[in-house]
């Protein structure tokens, strides 16, 4: 019987073989078509298109021909999309013989299928628009271009540059960053953040008083991500982007689990057992003076009332390096099949969605920050204190891993910290076996249940 059962992968790529073949079908009827007749196509942008015929005669609208036609496809937010399409409409006008028609998915998954299939078969657009995980699904699939010449990567955000590659080649060009932690404080209650983490722990110890709900920081271990930075803050990582292997067994590891049981069980300013919504919430109600969240919660906190403040992590304790938080991104990649003038077209819009100018004005119509590892020398983001402040965080953090790969990472850390933080197992062993359960997380050899029951 089980042989006669197709498994979901092989239903997968069937499905994907044959929309490939359809696709191909439509793209010869098309092309046998053109020989025939001289439509006129209408643009997202309501510009018409008449095509030329075999002799590339033709009356075009203006009397002028076009260079290049070109198709972006995205899945963009409701702020990031109206932003997209005032950046086509201003360089369709600024170039002059260059169209760009768009399309959106609600979904990245829905675009990836999508166009997997119409590269596959010789077609699709010439140009995507989505985050770092497509890298993972799409370049396997050998459905897009290698970025050689197409970008100068030392002008982007190192941690956007690490998840940019897929062995060790670059594959997507970085646009936009977004979804990083970094320290917020209430600057009524601090004029000067701490720089260290020894400043961190003077500070609470003044401060601190558990019967009124009063702290000086209060740090979300409940979750991987915000462990995550002290590894990099000891000067490793968790992730060989080369070979995409897990690293959490190393000395940064080691380190940054001392430290934890050093400011819970030693020094004793911190209260474990706290969930991220009480922590969210006291620091909306002034009682707790700095905690370390997501940059995306910077207009809540405002909105609540909060003189914020923004800055990087303090350096971690018996260390000079500063935590770095894992950042991610939206990225442009363009068809294996794009060449010519749609190629030099979509290296020109390319460029020019990456200029300073573009850049700045996302920065202040949507909820993403720049790319452009020095745009902070630009006087409207240094004017600006919680977007040039939060860019400093950004300058420093390191790309996050693909989806499946982060899962198991916080999984891993997450199943062993509170062994470490009660004593019952040492740094050195808990790091051995995070790196364990990882990987065992990742073969599928074993649950996520089943690491806790270890």
């Given at each position: 019987m ?41 643009t ?17 609208a ?50 990836e ?24 699904r ?66 609470c ?31 490793d ?6 070979t995409?292997?897990?690293?959490l ?154 989806k ?41 050899d ?9």
């Amino acid at each position: 019987m089980s042989g006669n059962i197709i498994s979901s992968k092989d239903r997968r790529s069937l499905l994907l073989s044959i929309i490939s073949i359809i696709f191909a079908l439509l793209l010869l009827l098309s092309t046998v078509s053109c020989d025939l007749f001289n439509p006129v196509a209408e643009t997202e942008t309501g510009t018409e298109e008449e095509e030329t015929g075999a002799n590339g005669e033709g009356d075009q609208a203006g009397g002028e021909g076009l260079e290049a036609h070109i198709t972006l496809w995205d899945c963009l937010g409701p702020k990031e999309r109206l932003t997209l399409t005032e950046n086509v409409n201003s360089f369709i006008a600024e170039s002059g013989n260059i169209e760009i028609e768009t399309r959106h998915f609600r979904s990245q998954e829905e675009l990836e299928d999508q166009f997997e299939a119409a590269s596959l078969a010789g077609a699709g657009p010439e140009l995507l628009l989505l985050d770092f995980d497509g890298i993972q699904r799409l370049v396997p699939g050998s459905v897009v271009k290698e970025i050689i010449d197409e970008a100068d990567y030392s002008l982007f955000l190192d941690g956007l540059v690490e998840i940019s590659m897929y062995n060790s080649r670059n594959y997507m060009i970085p646009f936009r960053s977004f979804d990083f932690l970094t320290l917020f404080y209430n600057k009524d209650l601090i004029d000067e953040p701490p720089a260290s983490f020894e400043e961190v722990i003077e500070y609470c110890k003044e401060v601190n008083d558990p019967a009124s709900d009063t702290y000086g920081l209060l740090l979300n271990t409940g979750a991987a991500d915000w462990i995550i930075p002290f590894i990099g803050g000891y000067g490793d990582w968790i992730v060989d982007y080369g070979t995409n292997s897990l690293t959490l067994d190393n000395q940064a590891t080691v380190k940054t689990l001392e430290f934890l049981s050093y400011i819970y069980n030693e020094e004793k300013i911190l209260p474990f057992n706290i969930e991220y919504g009480e922590i969210n919430e006291l620091f909306k109600n002034g009682n707790v003076h700095m905690i370390i969240d997501n940059i995306q919660l910077v207009d809540e906190y405002s909105e609540a009332g909060i003189n914020t403040g923004i800055t990087r992590i303090p350096r971690v304790w018996q260390g000079d390096r500063y935590p770095t938080p894992i950042i991610s991104g939206l990225g442009f990649m363009i068809n294996v099949n794009c060449y010519g003038n749609e190629l030099a077209a979509v290296n020109d819009f390319i460029q020019y969605m990456i200029s300073e100018e573009v850049q700045i004005n996302w920065t202040s119509a949507t909820d993403t920050f720049p790319v452009l590892k020095n745009i902070d020398r630009n006087g409207i983001i240094i004017n600006n204190e919680i977007v040039y402040n939060a860019f400093q965080q950004a300058k420093i953090c390191r790309g996050k891993p693909d989806k499946e790969l982060i899962m198991v990472i916080r999984d891993a850390i997450r199943n062993n910290i509170e062994s470490v933080l009660s004593g019952g197992v040492l740094p050195e062993d808990a790091a051995l076996k995070i790196q364990e359960d990882a990987l065992r997380l990742r073969s599928g050899d074993i649950s996520i249940e089943e690491t806790v029951e270890e």
